[in-house]
């Protein structure tokens, strides 16, 4: 039972003014359009519904916080999360690169997006997720490079793998891994990016990708929470912009 089962819609907010004022550690997914965010979201949290996944691109449009913590075993969802309980953060971000999104909307978006990963200090890591076949588009790159001067780390969700076979995911991984490994700072040191193979519709590389998530958030050795044993079904989420 992995500690990001107890996440909960928290928050949704168009505006950087409106970002929610936690100081618990956040991690962010972000991606292009259609990636697979949410749905890796929504695996991750073992919640078909938490966040809305689509076959439409675009379907995120404001940025969607998830706590983990401030729910106990016996809760009923819809009560009440307590604010001074939540632990971390989980952030859907607006997916990037949607073509049929206008000119001004794309603008305040790509801004959004910048203003957040660059200064939010709650902020402790980005996971990027990138569809398998075509991974590290400019958009990609431009996010990578946005956050890499904070000093804090990437997590790389390849997803979609299903769609290759086993020859093209090794060779996936091993160009993912040498692109991260290109970025190197004045000095010649590596930045603190790892990347991994995932897939929703095979459930590969889940427990990898919760193991690294739970150590970002620095949740790993808390034992609080752990015998949550609520494991129910999507919730309605009433009241959420998606
Ligand atoms: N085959 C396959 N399809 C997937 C996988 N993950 C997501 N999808 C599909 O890809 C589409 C987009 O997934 P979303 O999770 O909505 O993507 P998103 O990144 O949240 O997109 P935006 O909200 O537009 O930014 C949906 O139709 C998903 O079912 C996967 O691992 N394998
Ligand atoms: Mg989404």
């Excluded at 039972?1 to 907010?13: C, E, G, N």
């Excluded at 939010?120 to 490079?145: C, G, K, N, W, Y």
């Excluded at 970025?183 to 459930?203: C, H, I, M, W």
Aim: hydrophobic letters at 40%; charged letters at 25%.
């Amino acid at each position: 039972m992995s500690k990001l089962w107890q996440a909960r819609f928290f928050t949704t907010v168009n505006q950087l003014r409106d970002l929610p004022r936690t100081q618990v550690p956040e991690i962010a997914f972000a991606g292009r359009s259609n990636a697979g965010k949410s749905t890796a979201i929504n695996i991750l949290t073992n919640q078909k519904g938490l966040a809305f996944a689509s076959k439409t691109p675009g379907r995120t449009q404001h940025i969607n916080f998830f706590s983990i913590g401030g729910a106990h075993v016996a809760m009923h969802r819809k009560d009440p999360t307590k604010v001074e309980d939540i632990q971390a953060l989980l952030v859907d971000l607006p997916g990037y690169g949607y073509a049929e999104v206008s000119g001004d909307a794309k603008l305040h978006w790509q801004k959004l997006l910048g203003d957040y990963v660059q200064r939010r200090d709650q902020l402790a890591a980005l996971v990027l997720i990138m569809d398998s076949r075509r991974p590290f588009t400019e958009l990609d790159v431009q996010m990578l490079e946005w956050f890499a001067p904070t000093g804090k780390p990437i997590h790389c969700i390849l997803t979609k793998v299903d769609k290759l076979n086993r020859n093209e995911s090794t060779n996936a991984l091993r160009q993912a891994q040498q692109v991260l490994d290109s970025y190197v700072d004045e000095d010649g040191n590596g930045f603190p990016f790892t990347v991994q193979l995932f897939s929703a519709l095979k459930r590969v590389g889940i427990e990898e990708a919760n193991d690294k998530i739970i150590e970002l958030l620095g949740l790993d050795g808390d034992e609080a929470g752990q015998h949550d044993t609520q494991a129910d079904g999507p919730d309605e989420n009433a009241g959420r912009a998606d």
